[in-house]
């Protein structure tokens, strides 16, 4: 099955992962510092910067990018309860 | 002692209170007491070419509301409809408002705009708005008012409005309180310094951070009045007011302890000394790091209000509990349930605990620890009643780790997702 890694630059923690997963099913494991309100793509506490391979995740769906634009979300920022691994691909994300 | 003035009052050239008392609530928001009642402030501003209205009221005073706004107005002057805070006990008579002025302006902040939705719901269509970010105005032809963004005081749409000529603040919640006199003034009224501070340690403390930063915005302009949305208008020396929030949102604790150092807590129960021992070896553990100040505090001995202080002062946390009926000890669940009124997101957080045979305690301390926004970097420790000389060395690595990760010495980590499930 194809990998992705996915890097918590905060805390310095890496997990390969496989393709499908949701960036909240691992940094939560991890104790990264991206924290999550309503889980659901609702309220936007879970806004991420993506630091480097933002292609190797899933397009924003229309729920993740009305509530990008609602909150103000700089163009490398992503809903982490929303966003999955995509790939094989290095993505580095922190907190927003 | 209050009196329901059926009059508007003005305090400010052309400028009026439109608010109404209510002398009788006793309990607010389902988290603060209000021994003397409260007021809900609604102000009216007058300009050539029509009026803004800021705010309204708890749907319950509609009627005192609309019988004030009558007599200084008509609907058809309205030409704006400001709404500084969409919580019902400001935006109660707001639907009712825009049926009787369909054509009235509302302007509120692009974050409010959700919860305008939820109030309105259907009949938004019908109305025209804006919305709003710091710098934004509100033309009332020679009249300004200037709208300044303070989110989360105390929530996400929270913002004040400024009157530039009269250099008159509408600051919504922001400092209000919960204390109700006809008299209006703040040098008039009885003595409502404590409501004050009540009312910021119950309604703003969660959100210091966003204080500070909207007094980096209040503060350059210098407002000579302001009126908030609760209690007394501040005329005399309102620039006090600023200060006080200013103050109110440093530490509660008199001296700090080192910026430098963090300060991680463990608090913990034990009936046999099972999780006592496994609290005392992650103590020993946190404490070989340098840079991380450990406390330890069982809970039988202790009250929660001074913990809370503590707390929020503090950048890790651990609970210990034994695991009593399925549950963690009700001691720690009245200190995880206390923390609504200050900020524990981002703070690093872990439990512990021995057990019999089922062993619930820690996951569901863990889980509510993630709830309170709460980072968890470590698998917490559960250890079958007392623990062997092994496990308690495991203890100790437990609390170096989680000192280290406190300390930002954590060495980097590759982790498979297998490794992840439990
Ligand atoms: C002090 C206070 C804080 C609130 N905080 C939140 C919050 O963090 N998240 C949220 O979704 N709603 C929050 N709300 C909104 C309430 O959940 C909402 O107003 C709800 O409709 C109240 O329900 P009730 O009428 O049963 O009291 C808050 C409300 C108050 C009064
Ligand atoms: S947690 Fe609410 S949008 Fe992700
Ligand atoms: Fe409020
Ligand atoms: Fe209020």
Not at chain 2, 253 to 268: G, H, M, N, P, V
Not at chain 2, 310 to 335: H, Q, R, Y
Not at chain 2, 349 to 374: N, P, T
Not at chain 2, 395 to 421: N, R, V
Request: aromatic share 8%; with cysteine; glycine share 8%.
């Amino acid at each position: 099955m194809a990998k992705g890694k996915l890097t918590f630059q905060d805390i310095g923690v890496s997990v390969s992962v496989p393709a499908g997963t949701r960036v909240i099913e691992i940094s939560e494991k991890v104790g990264a510092g991206i924290i999550y309100g309503c889980r659901e793509g609702d309220c936007g506490t879970c806004l991420m910067t993506v630091v480097e391979g933002a292609e190797h995740l899933s397009e924003p769906t229309a729920l993740e990018d009305r509530v990008l634009k609602e909150n103000m979300a700089g163009k490398n920022m992503r809903c982490a309860c929303q966003a999955q691994v995509a790939d094989e691909g290095e993505i580095v994300i922190k907190p927003a | 002692m209050a009196r329901q003035e059926l009059k508007p009052v003005e305090i400010a050239n052309g400028v009026h209170w439109v608010g109404a008392l209510d002398p009788d609530l006793r309990m607010f928001d389902l988290i603060l007491k209000t021994a003397n009642g409260t007021s809900y402030n609604a102000y009216v501003v007058h300009g050539g070419e029509g009026v803004a209205v800021i705010d309204t009221v708890k749907e319950e005073f509609s009627e005192i509301y609309f019988s004030k706004l009558e007599q200084i107005t008509s609907y058809e002057r309205i030409k704006a409809v400001i709404l500084n805070h969409l919580e019902p006990d400001h935006a109660g008579a707001v639907p009712e408002l825009m049926r009787r002025a369909p054509h009235a302006h509302i302007f509120v902040s692009t974050r409010g705009l959700k919860l305008l939705q939820a109030l309105l719901k259907d009949e938004l269509e019908n109305y025209q708005y804006t919305l709003t970010d710091t710098g934004d105005v509100c033309s009332l032809g020679e009249r300004t008012l200037s709208f300044i963004n303070t989110p989360y005081l105390h929530w996400p749409d929270t913002q004040c409005t400024y009157l530039e000529d009269e250099k008159l603040l509408f600051s919504g919640d922001v400092f209000g309180c919960h204390f109700c006199d006809d008299r209006l003034y703040n040098d008039l009224v009885g003595d409502f310094r404590f409501s004050f501070e009540y009312y910021f340690k119950h309604i703003m403390r969660p959100f210091k951070r966003w204080v500070l930063e909207a007094m980096d915005k209040i503060e350059p302009l210098q407002p000579r009045l302001i009126a908030p949305a609760h209690g007394p208008i501040l005329r005399d020396n309102p620039l006090e007011y600023v200060k006080s929030y200013r103050t109110l949102s440093n530490s509660y604790l008199t001296k700090k302890i080192d910026a430098r150092e963090k300060s991680l807590l463990i608090f913990y129960m034990s009936a046999y000394g099972a999780t006592a021992d496994m609290a005392k070896h992650i103590h020993a553990g946190a404490s070989e790091i340098e840079g991380v100040r450990v406390s330890l505090y069982d809970l039988q001995g202790g009250e929660i209000e001074p913990f809370i202080d503590l707390i929020e002062g503090a950048d890790g946390l651990l609970f210990g509990s034994p695991t009593i009926n399925g549950d963690a000890v009700k001691p720690v669940w009245d200190v995880l349930a206390s923390l609504i009124s200050i900020e524990t997101r981002g703070k690093l957080g872990g439990a512990f605990g021995s057990y019999g045979w089922s062993g619930e305690a820690v996951r569901m301390i863990e889980d509510r620890l993630r709830g309170l926004k709460m980072r968890v970097p470590e698998r917490g420790l559960r250890m079958k009643f007392h623990p062997t000389e092994d496990e308690l060395e495991e203890c100790h690595a437990y609390g170096l780790a989680l000192a280290e990760a406190l300390a930002g010495k954590a060495k980097p980590k590759e982790l498979d997702f297998a490794d992840l499930q439990m």
